[in-house]
T-cell receptor, first 114, second 116 residues
Framework: SAVISQKPSRDICQRGTSLTIQCQVD?????MFWYRQQPGQSLTLIATANQGSEATYESGFVIDKFPISRPNLTFSTLTVSNMSPEDSSIYLC???????????FGPGTRLTVL | AQTVTQSQPEMSVQEAETVTLSCTYD???????LFWYKQPPSRQMILVIRQEAYKQQNATENRFSVNFQKAAKSFSLKISDSQLGDTAMYFC?????????????FGKGTLLTVNP
C-alpha cells in the first residue's frame, strides 16, 4: 500500500472564499484521484489528477470551481473555489500505487462552509 | 457502465457474532476487481478485502471473507467474530481490469453497528 497524508484535516470557511487541500504520498504512484463525500452519502469522483498536465474532470465538475494540480508523482492539491454551504463535504484523495490495481485513500478533509 | 447495489442501508450485529453484508453489481466486463472498503467515524476509507474476478477462490483476510458468485454478479462480505471496532460504513466497489483507468464505482454503502 502507500502512506497518504492530507492537509488540513478539517476547516471551517466563510462563503465566497477558497481552500486548498494537499495530498502527499510516501512513494511514487501511478494515479491520483480526488473525491467528494457529502454527508451520509457515498463517494463521488471529482477528477483524476494527471502529473504535469490538466486534470480530467467528471461530469458535473469544472476546473474553475475545483482547480487541481499534480506537479510530481507524489503530490497533488485540490482547491475548492468561491465556496458556498453546498460545498460542505469530506474531500478525499486516493492513489493507485505502481503495479498494484487498487485505490488507497487518504484520511480526508472535512470542510464546513458557513 | 457499471453499477453497484448495496440493498441494506443499515445492519446491526451483536459482538462476537457473524454478519453478512450484501452487494450485487452489473457489468458487461469479463475481467475486473471487486473491493470492500470500511469507513469508520474517523472518516478514513480503509481497504478491507479485494477479489480478482478471474480467481474462483474467495478472498479471505483474517475475520473477513467474501462469497463471490460471478455468474450471479454477487459479492457479499462476511465478518466473523464481530468486534466493536468493526462499527463503520461499508462500501462495495468495482474496478475494471486493464487499461489505465483504475476508476472505482461505489455502492451507496451499508452502515454496520456492532452492539456490546
Amino acid at each position: 500500500s502507500a502512506v497518504i497524508s492530507q492537509k488540513p484535516s478539517r476547516d471551517i470557511c466563510q462563503r465566497g472564499t477558497s481552500l486548498t487541500i494537499q495530498c502527499q504520498v510516501d512513494s511514487q504512484v501511478t494515479m491520483m484521484f480526488w473525491y467528494r463525500q457529502q454527508p451520509g452519502q457515498s463517494l463521488t469522483l471529482i477528477a483524476t489528477a494527471n502529473q504535469g498536465s490538466e486534470a480530467t474532470y467528471e461530469s458535473g465538475f469544472v476546473i474553475d470551481k475545483f482547480p487541481i494540480s499534480r506537479p510530481n508523482l507524489t503530490f497533488s492539491t485540490l482547491t475548492v473555489s468561491n465556496m458556498s454551504p453546498e460545498d460542505s463535504s469530506i474531500y478525499l484523495c486516493s492513489v493507485v500505487p505502481q503495479e498494484i490495481d487498487t485505490q488507497y485513500f487518504g484520511p480526508g478533509t472535512r470542510l464546513t462552509v458557513l | 457502465a457499471q453499477t453497484v447495489t448495496q440493498s441494506q442501508p443499515e445492519m446491526s450485529v451483536q459482538e462476537a457474532e457473524t454478519v453478512t453484508l450484501s452487494c450485487t453489481y452489473d457489468t458487461s466486463e469479463s475481467n475486473y476487481y471487486l473491493f470492500w472498503y470500511k469507513q469508520p467515524p474517523s472518516r478514513q476509507m480503509i481497504l478491507v478485502i479485494r477479489q480478482e474476478a478471474y480467481k474462483q477462490q474467495n478472498a479471505t483476510e483474517n475475520r473477513f471473507s467474501v462469497n463471490f458468485q460471478k455468474a450471479a454478479k454477487s459479492f457479499s462480505l462476511k465478518i466473523s467474530d464481530s468486534q466493536l471496532g468493526d462499527t463503520a460504513m461499508y462500501f462495495c466497489a468495482f474496478m475494471k481490469h486493464g487499461g489505465s483507468n483504475y476508476k472505482l464505482t461505489f455502492g451507496k454503502g451499508t452502515l454496520l453497528t456492532v452492539n456490546p
